[in-house]
């Protein structure tokens, strides 16, 4: 069956060691969107963070973010949004309160951080009784940290909240979103509202929140650089992404069903 839809990561998979997109990989999703091929962006990056690298390349196209929690068209408009639940996303950030840990919220008021130098494009933390004086609804927790032995402490102690989903896309990071959210999950909505077929969309990644793409479709690819976890993960191994690995597992496909060579655009 021909391949209708790519979906793919951002971070590590489709941008490349300079937190780009390269020319080749441009070309190649040109070339497949000019084939009638969708592409949807998959991260755990808030549409404010994700669509000005997706501009800056000349790449239109919708993008499934937070880890799952949202799906919004190329203009930016929301389809779809999973929230965490508010007590439980109340009781976390309590408890992160307590840690004294950088965090970054993801709301339907706005992203707000601990830490506005690292997250440049947040507002500052507001205090809590402002935030849930405005009812905001949460769509990702994001807990990061250059002290490993905080991250577990804090992995841990939130394995007692429920209807929540834990995950981490690089070591010094952990990602809470509601259970509901997943990038595997969202993704066959995604299908659905599409009217796309699993047997019809190719998935790529690298980290362990792409697990729910990777291990639920048949045509998932783990980039080189991923851990090795995340290789078993995927049906097969590609090159890193510093090597293009997106780009060329493209030009294979559109070759493949189309005849279609480097530099069609």
């Not at 408890?95 to 950088?102: C, V």
């Not at 290789?231 to 090159?239: L, S």
Request: charged share 25%; net charge negative.
């Amino acid at each position: 069956m021909s391949i209708k839809l790519l979906v793919s990561d951002m971070d590590g998979t489709l941008l490349n060691e300079k937190h780009k997109i390269s020319s080749r990989t441009v070309r190649a999703l040109r070339c497949a969107m000019a084939a009638g091929i969708r592409m949807v962006a998959a991260t755990g990056r808030a549409w404010s963070s994700a669509s000005p690298l997706l501009e800056e390349a000349g790449v239109s196209c919708d993008a499934i973010l937070l880890n799952g929690a949202e799906f919004r068209r190329s203009d930016g408009n929301i389809i779809f949004r999973e929230s965490m639940e508010t007590g439980t996303a109340r009781a976390i950030l309590q408890m992160l309160s307590e840690e004294h840990a950088d965090v970054e919220i993801n709301t339907n008021i706005g992203d707000f951080s601990t830490n506005v130098e690292f997250c440049s494009q947040d507002r500052p933390m507001p205090e809590m009784a402002w935030l849930w004086d405005r009812n905001p609804k949460i769509q990702k927790i994001f807990i990061f940290s250059r002290e490993h032995a905080d991250l577990v402490r804090i992995w841990d102690k939130l394995e007692r909240f429920e209807g929540i989903s834990r995950t981490t896309s690089l070591a010094w990071n952990i990602e809470v979103t509601s259970d509901k959210a997943d990038k595997g999950k969202m993704l066959k909505r995604v299908l659905r509202y599409y009217a796309i077929t699993d047997k019809e969309v190719a998935v790529f990644g690298d980290g362990a929140n792409d697990r729910g793409m990777l291990e639920g479709f048949d045509y998932s690819c783990a980039m080189g650089n991923s851990p090795e976890a995340v290789k078993g993960y995927a049906k097969k191994v590609i090159g890193a992404c510093t090597e293009d690995g997106v780009a060329v597992e493209i030009e294979h496909i559109l070759k493949r069903q189309m005849g279609i060579q480097n530099g069609c655009l």
